[in-house]
Nanobody, 119 residues
């Protein structure tokens, strides 16, 4: 059974880069044909898809966040990482990593990690 666990700082200062890691167990992130997604939910809002990295290492991003978002992976550690640059308080949210069959598709996700952007 696949499990995903997010990790990273809970507090980030404005203008800094947010970096989160998702550690996957029970499945390999190189297994055909899964997509490994990052999504978030800000207070009072719905889920927002940030981007994804595929089993082969290709990446897809939400066009609205393309200039600030980068997703990479470490196949040896079976992890994938989100970097979000130049954060503002509007980036405060619960961040989730998730597995799905395509970009912005997810049927298994982690428990989420709260990230607050504040000075």
């Amino acid at each position: 059974q696949v499990q995903l666990q997010e990790s990273g700082p809970g507090l980030v200062k404005p203008s800094q880069t947010l970096s989160l890691t998702c550690t996957v167990s029970g499945a390999s992130i190189t297994t055909h044909y899964y997509y490994w997604n990052w999504i978030r939910q800000a207070p009072g809002l719905g889920l927002e898809w940030l981007g994804a990295i595929t089993y082969s290492g290709s990446t897809y991003y939400n066009p609205a966040l393309l200039s600030r978002t980068s997703i990479s992976r470490d196949t040896f550690k079976n992890q994938f990482t989100l970097q979000l640059k130049s954060v503002t308080p509007e980036d405060t949210a619960v961040y989730y990593c998730a597995r799905g069959a395509g970009p912005n598709d997810y049927n298994v996700r982690g428990q989420g990690t709260q990230v607050t952007v504040s000075s």
